[in-house]
Nanobody
Framework: QVQLVESGGGLVQAGGSLRLSCTASGRTFSSYTMGWFRQTPGKEREFVAT???????VYADSVKGRFTISRDNAKNTMYLQMNSLKPEDTAVYYC?????????????????WGQGTQVTVSS
């Protein structure tokens, strides 16, 4: 079992930056594919970015060029650096872990989820 804890959310003005962190329990973090998703009220959870164990990344078109996903296996932590934030980035951001060895852009591809952290971007 893997437990995931997100942190780093908050309120920021449009054009600003935030860095989200996701810390995982367990000894096998380096072998997991990790991902970030986000969700707003009344909408389905939406893919943001994913990074596999080899460091390969995939981004949603809506965040490409503005967000950067990374991981530090020594710290069991994944990050999401968010720059040039827009009001439409406002959402609860969730981190997820997958035992599968490939990047997945759907929620079905992940086995473990964090509780989420709120990001609010004001205009």
């Amino acid at each position: 079992q893997v437990q995931l804890v997100e942190s780093g959310g908050g309120l920021v003005q449009a054009g600003g930056s935030l860095r989200l962190s996701c810390t995982a329990s367990g000894r096998t973090f380096s072998s997991y594919t990790m991902g970030w998703f986000r969700q707003t009220p009344g909408k389905e959870r939406e893919f943001v970015a994913t990074i596999n164990s080899a460091g390969g990344t995939v981004y949603a078109d809506s965040v490409k060029g503005r967000f950067t996903i990374s991981r530090d296996n020594a710290k069991n932590t994944m990050y999401l650096q968010m720059n040039s934030l827009k009001p439409e980035d406002t959402a609860v951001y969730y981190c997820a872990a997958s035992r599968r060895g490939y990047n997945s852009i759907t929620t079905r591809g992940y086995d473990y989820w964090g509780q989420g952290t709120q990001v609010t971007v004001s205009s």
